[in-house]
Structures are given as structure tokens and as C-alpha cells.
């Protein structure tokens, strides 16, 4: 092995041993700084010898090849659902029929939380060094036919892009083996993607549980990496069956191999037991970070599993015991306004305290005003709340009974903002009013939270509490001045030390280099969020090419539509704003992206689409066509060169095959977005 091959070699190795501590056991031993400086010395390394990168690299979790659609693919066996039970006596009844099917007078049962996220099977295939090495994800679709995330899985950073061989080996195990379990999406993902959706002008996921869906069907890859789904493993496979050795030692290996596997489980022989477990997941629920909906039970032993074997749906060794939604009834007190970043007034309904699966619930949001009219609040009445499958308590509806009467009267929505006093507007087709006063001081203050949050520039320390204070002594009056603040200044604020003042002013400094994307989602340009932010990254790779871009440039990136490009240059035509950028540049603030190759796989090429295609529709063939570089046109013509025909085709296909015009279905097409030419 050459000199550089060990050196990158040992460096992926200590990559991959950070990742599996910070991802799967969640301990990490290293600073993020030190993780990205091995990373980035990888990424070096391989830049300089490309022919010794290989695809379970770290660096490799993000492919750069253009997302193709999904596939459909056969599952090994089907992946199946679980029969539910809602009470002690129906896990009583499944225990009793276990027993008699069995067999047996003892049973071994073990317990799980019933994650809500969505299941996934992802397989592992030989290396040539023996290794196993991630081949394919898919999700579960029909339970027969799973869709082909393979790109988006890798991204995962709790999935182990390869097995060692010396592992597997200790288990017994061979390296093709697939290994299914539950995509999650942690709660404060979830809120982050909701708040990005929000900016975005896109109405809010409902759920983790479809937000995640939602997060593997997307098309480009990166974007899943940034969002943080997390995968736990629940069950192996070898050839297409459960591994022989029980439930119990699939999760030890499991682990063994690398995997984020729940560490709350247990085992029991008894109804008893299970209830024990149920209600320590009660307790645990509020506190895990993500959400669960239930505890699922599986015989332990897999002869036991196999004498019970299956109904159509589902399998007679486990059962899922379900919580039932919680909510509870209670006053609504009053209806307060807050005022955010863009100056949209958000009324959140204040409750009196109550306590609801497992927390005590004392706010819940109201979306805004069209919300208050639907629901037809009156302030004082009693009204229902939810924490189900949600993560943020619902007001679900108004209570009125004998018990709970009315309230008293309607919420006047505020005629002027609550912070500086400006009147407020609602445009027409907007729920929303807004504030327009370009100095509200709220509107500053979210703007600096935002500016330094998660997932934006990322500045540590830069919470509630530190920028009220910089606000208070008019030490920033934008984001750019956070770029000049000095250590004297921190020190003098209130809960500042010398540690913490250089705290944050590193973190400051190390904003700087967070990149082009980050920092135009810093700007708060209304609906670009951080896809959109990243696409015009891509596209314009600096934020000098953005502003000089004409509204019909911007409309060229992908997703960027007429409201959109509007926004972006109403954004860049204030002179304020030029001057934001000029002092985020004075600062030394990088502006600059990566930008990425026009795909042009297609280029030259005229394609007419006809009949219905099996999994795209019409609009989203057109779309793929045309970020490939090719055209679209609606009618058959010599000088066209592919016809696409799906289902029920009608006569364009029969004018094309009279003109001899290729014709293709939508898997051809598929295949030559990925190829191109040839
Ligand atoms: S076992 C035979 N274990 O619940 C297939 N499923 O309602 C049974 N789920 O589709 C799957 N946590 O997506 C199993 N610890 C767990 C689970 C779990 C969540 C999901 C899974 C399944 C659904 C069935």
C-alpha cells in the first residue's frame, strides 16, 4: 500500500470510529472543530489522489451525481405492519394465544419503543476486501415494493457506510446482509425544518413522522444530510430471513455491526411485565426527543416466531400496544402576540396550566388570525388540547357543555404592532398581518436570533438572553455589527465572563466561514430558505452574481418561481440591505460557494411526452427533462428526438412511430437522466 493509501486509510478509520461515537452512542470524544479538520485533511488527501476514493468513504455520503428518481424495488420479503393493542386485557388475550400456539408454558418476550418515523430496509453487499458495503436503501412503500433511497440513506449518519469483515465474522455473519429498522426525525429537526417551511412560505410538516417522509423522498441529497434524520436498526437479515438467533441477540449484533440500535428495551415473561415497561415509556415520552406512539413486544426466541408465524398482514409473534392520543381540556386565558423576523404577528393561545402526555401544557399556537375565526375562539372558553402525534400541543376544537360555557368575548386582533407601536397590514391572500415599520426593534432581535441560529450561521452563545443585552446597549443595530464586537464589550454584559465572552466571539469568527448558502438564509430574504439558499449557492456561487442577477436568471434555478425571484430582488434593491452586504463583506464574511455543474446530460435534445407515466407526473418529467438540459415541446414533429410514451398513449405516439422517432417509457427516460447520452 502506497504511502498515501495507508494515510487515508487510518484517517477514515478515525473518521468512522467520531461518527459512530457522536451518531450511534452518542458520546462524542472530539470537538466539531477537531472533526472537521480530520475531514477536511481527508478531503485533501483524496483531491490529490482521486483513484483512491472509494464509496464508503466519509467523505462520500453525499454524492454529487444528480439525483435519479426512485426506483421501485422488491423487497426481500415483505415488510409488514403489526397488529395493535390499545389495553392491558388485549396484550392479555395476544399473551394467551402466543402460549397456545407455542406451545409453552414460558414464553420470552422483549420490548421496544414504537418509533414514529418510517421504516427502511438497507442492504450491505461483499466488498472485495470482504467488507460489507452499503448497496441499497429502500423505503417500505407497499410493504412488497420499496422505493430506491439509496442516496438519501447514505447521508444518515447513524448508517454505517461498510461493515469491517473481521465483524461480521465474529458474529458469524456473512457481508450480504440487510438490516431494517425506523428513520426518525428528532423533534428539534423537526421544528428547525417547520421554522424553514414557515420562511419559506410553505404551509408546516404536521408531523416528524411525515416530515421524515417527506426528507427521504427529496431529490437532492444534501439537503437530506442537513436535516438529521436518525435511523435505528431493529432487525437483521440474512438472504431474506431473519437471522435464527432471536430478538434479543439481533439487537446486540446489531449493535456489535456499528448501529444505532434504542437503548430502551427489555425483556419479560408476563403481562405484568409489559405493562411495567409500558408505563416507564409513558414517563420517558416527553423527555426522548423524538417522538414514539407506542411499546412493541416480539416473542424473543426465533422458533417460537416461526411456529407463529404470520397473518396477511402482519406477524403473530409481536404486537404493538398503542397510546391513545392525549388530550385535555382546559381555559383559554388569552391571546398573545408576538412579532417575528419578517414582522408576521403570530397569536399563541395561553392556557391555564395543564398536563398532557406527560407535560404540562400552557401554550399552544394559534397559527394566525384565519385560525382564531375557523376555530371560532372566544377568549374564556374552554377549548381541547392535543399532544399526539405532535410535537407542539393543538388547540383541536372549542368545548361546550353543561360543564364548560362559552367565553366572554372575541380577541380584537391588534390594529398596530405589539413591539413598536406601527400600524399593521395584511396583504391580500395572506393569513398573515404583518408589521412593516423596517425598524421594529422585534423585528431586529429576531433577525440577530436568526441570523446566528442552527442550521444558519450557527454562533453558539448568541441566544435570547445575550442578544436582548447587545439590543439594550445599542451595540448592534444588524447582524454585520456582531462582526465588530469586541471582548471589553461582552465582558461588561450581564452573565459574561472572560471564557464566554471569547466563547462567542470565536464562534463569531468562525460564522464567518460558514458559506454562501448559510449566510443568504442568515439575510432572512422572505422564502429563501435552505434549500432555495443552497440552490442559488450552487448556481450563482457568489452573492455578487445573486444581486446582479435579473429576476429571469433567478427564475432559471430550480425551484425558484415568480414570488420567489420577486423576493429575492425587492430584497437587493434596498439600499439598506446593500449596505448589510457591503459591511458583512468589510467584515470578512465568505460570500462564496462551490458552484455546481449545469447538468447538460440532455442538452440539444427535444422530448414530447405522452400518455400516463408510472410514477412521474407530467409536470415532474418535464421538470427532470429540463434540468438536464433538454427541452419539452407538446407536439410530434420531425426535428424532435425522443417521444416518452406511458399508458393510454394516444396518437402522438402513432404519428411518432410513423415518423420513426425513438420512442421511450419513463424507465428509459430514467436511465438517461442518469447516463446521458452515452
Ligand atoms: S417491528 C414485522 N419494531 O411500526 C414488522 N416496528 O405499526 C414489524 N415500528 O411498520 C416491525 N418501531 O415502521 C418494529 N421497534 C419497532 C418499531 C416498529 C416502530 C413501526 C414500523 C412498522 C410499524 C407497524
Known sequence: MSDAAAKIEKLRNEIRHHEHLYYVLDQPAVSD?????????????????PELVTPDSPTQRVGGKPAEGFRKVQHSR??????????????????????ELAGRLSVEYTSELKLDGLSVAIHYQASPEGDAQLSAGLTRGDGQVGEDVT????????????????????????PTIEVRGEC?????????????????????????????AGTLRTLEPSIVANRQLVFYAYFLLVNGE??????????????????????????????????????????DRATLGYEIDGVVFKVDAQPTQQRLGYTGRAPRWAIAYKFTAQSAVTKLEDIMITVGRSGKLTPTAM??????????????????????????????????????????????????????????HKFEYPKTCPECGNTVVREQGEADWRCVNADCPAKLRESLLHFGSRGVMNIEGLGDAAVAQLLDRGLVKSVADLYALTKQQLIALERFADKSAQTLLDEIERSKKAGLARVLMGLGIRFVG?????????????????????????????EVGPRISEAIS????????????QALKDAGVDMTAERKQRTTQLAGLTFVLTGTLPHLTREEAKARIEAAGGKVSGSVSKKMSYLIAGEEAGSKLDKAQALKIPILDEAGLMEMLAKGKG
Open 33 to 49: 472543530a477537531e472533526f472537521d479538520a480530520l475531514m477536511n485533511e481527508l478531503k485533501r488527501l483524496e483531491a490529490a489522489h
Open 78 to 99: 415483505p415488510m409488514l405492519s403489526l397488529d395493535n393493542a390499545y389495553s392491558q386485557e388485549e396484550l392479555a388475550d395476544w399473551d394467551r394465544r402466543v402460549h
Open 151 to 174: 442516496s438519501n440513506i447514505r447521508t444518515i449518519r447513524s448508517v454505517p457506510l461498510s461493515i469491517a469483515a473481521e465483524k461480521l465474522k465474529k458474529l458469524g455473519l456473512p
Open 184 to 212: 426518525v426525525l428528532p423533534e428539534a429537526a423537526f421544528e428547525r425544518l417547520n421554522e424553514e417551511r414557515e420562511r419559506e412560505g410553505l404551509p408546516p410538516a404536521v408531523n416528524p413522522r411525515n416530515a421524515a
Open 242 to 283: 431473519y437471522w435464527p438467533q432471536g430478538q434479543t441477540a439481533t439487537l446486540d449484533a446489531l449493535t456489535d455491526l456499528g448501529f444505532r440500535v434504542n437503548p430502551h428495551r427489555g425483556s419479560m415473561k408476563s403481562v405484568e411485565g409489559m405493562m411495567q415497561f409500558i408505563a416507564k415509556a409513558e414517563e
Open 351 to 408: 392556557l391555564t396550566p395543564v398536563f398532557v402526555g406527560g407535560v404540562t401544557v400552557s401554550r399552544a399556537t394559534l397559527h394566525n388570525a384565519d385560525f382564531i375565526e375557523r376555530k371560532g375562539l372566544l377568549i374564556g372558553d374552554w377549548v381541547k388540547v392535543e399532544r399526539g402525534g405532535d410535537v407542539i400541543p393543538k388547540v383541536v376544537e372549542v368545548v361546550h357543555d353543561q360543564d364548560h360555557p362559552r367565553g366572554t
Open 530 to 558: 435552505e434549500r432555495t439558499a443552497e440552490l442559488l449557492a450552487q448556481e450563482f456561487g457568489t452573492i455578487d452574481a445573486i444581486m446582479a442577477a435579473s429576476r429571469e436568471e433567478l427564475e432559471r434555478v430550480e
Open 570 to 581: 425587492d430584497f437587493f434593491a434596498r439600499p439598506a440591505n446593500r449596505t448589510l452586504i
